[in-house]
């Protein structure tokens, strides 16, 4: 009797431990790509930063009021890149939160805009590496006007049309570039 309470016991305990879970074999090879070793050039990690930095600059052009109006666009861009995004008023550049090249970075668009000189997208290294830098001028648009008039922006400046509102800041980790690259892309030389 024992003998069959003791199999029993070990029996339920065996079946209880024992997980029946279906293993989500995408996301496992998935993470064993993630955990190849890669060589990444510098050269590659800026090409890649600037794709990314275009991508999430094309929706942010596409949609400028809906960006700068609700947090859930960017926050979904920022997830979707593994980026942190800010909006940087211009009236936000001098402060001390933001080191010496991102200061120089905000020099040279407030150079641009003083004399009247198109503003375009920029990718710059900071620090060692380890963080780029993407930005991507807010100027105003007749989109941006209605929406100031209509109140849809509260806490920005209206500006004149054509003038630099702010930047859009997106800090993409060299980190997580070389994670999201695809070892067969760099195989075949394609970058």
Request: hydrophobic share 40%.
């Amino acid at each position: 009797m024992k003998r069959v309470a003791s199999v029993l016991v070990v029996s339920t305990l065996l079946i209880t431990s024992c997980e029946f879970k279906r293993l989500d074999t995408a996301k496992m090879q998935q993470e064993i790509q993630n955990q190849k070793i890669k060589h990444v050039t510098s050269a590659q990690v800026s090409t890649l930063a600037t794709e990314q930095g275009d991508a999430i600059g094309r929706v942010m052009e596409r949609q400028p009021v809906r960006a700068l109006m609700t947090k859930a666009l960017v926050d979904s861009l920022a997830q979707a890149y593994g980026a942190r995004i800010e909006f940087v008023p211009v009236s936000q550049w001098n402060q001390p939160r933001f080191d010496a090249k991102t200061k120089e970075v905000f020099a040279a668009y407030q150079y641009n805009a003083e004399k009247q000189l198109p503003q375009e997208n920029n990718i710059q290294k900071i620090g060692d590496g380890s963080e780029w830098l993407y930005t991507i001028p807010v100027v105003m648009t007749p989109e941006l006007t209605t929406a100031f008039n209509q109140k849809q922006l509260p806490g920005l400046q209206p500006q004149r049309e054509k003038e630099l509102l702010g930047l859009w800041a997106v800090h993409l980790s060299r980190k997580e570039i070389v994670r999201r690259i695809d070892p067969k892309t760099l195989e075949k030389g394609k970058l």
